[in-house]
């Protein structure tokens, strides 16, 4: 009897232990998606928490070296504009261009928003219409046509993030050194300025489901670029 009792006892230790630990489990994870609501909720989201569907956020930069604040706001700019794997050759729509020797130039139909009916040029990874990205190229591509072998400006992949590289540190494009108000934490102000470039950003008239997300995409693009600057 008495041996009976021992075992019994022994026996229901680990069944304790286990509904123990298990209703513990429970709670911390009805308690961390409380916490995790609360922050959605009131914006306060963490900073390494960026939506999957930012995947053109997420895609580096083919261009290498340059200032890390903005590399981050051109990859945040990727985000909002063209959001897919290969940005570098997606055409408005979501079709690819096979060839980027030079701009598509391909005018596809617009099915959403304001200009519903009207067909847009967008290409690339900072979707450029023709027009922009021959004014642009003009004043900031590294390797200009010649006269005499006139083919247009090269819309590689690389040429695609130097143009717009160099176009957001021209502190006379934009009135304001972007840099410096990108380094005060001014994205919110910096994503206005570009709105009327960019009409995904935010404060212009195509805004998207990514676009109340990327000052923190911003933060998070800019903790990577900080982080493979310092490995420099």
Known sequence: MLERQLMSNT???PDFLEQFVEKLLVRSVILFGIVFLMMYLLDKRPSFWVPDSAIGAKTPLVMRGGDPYIRALMRTISASESNVRNPYAV??????AADLSKHPDRCVTIVAGPNTGNC??????????TS????????????????????GYSFSPEYQDQVVYRWLNDSQAWGVDLRQSLKKGQIST?????????????????????TSELPRVYRQMLKEELGQAAKL
């Open 11 to 13: 026996e229901s230790k």
């Open 190 to 210: 910096v994503l206005q300025r570009l709105s009327g470039t960019w009409t995904s950003l935010g404060y212009g008239i195509e805004d998207n489901a990514n």
């Open 91 to 96: 055409l408005y729509g979501g079709d690819y």
């Open 120 to 129: 847009t040029t967008a290409a690339g990874r900072y979707q450029f219409i």
């Open 132 to 151: 922009t990205w021959l004014e642009e190229a003009r004043r900031y591509h590294l390797d200009p046509p010649t006269l005499l072998f006139w083919q």
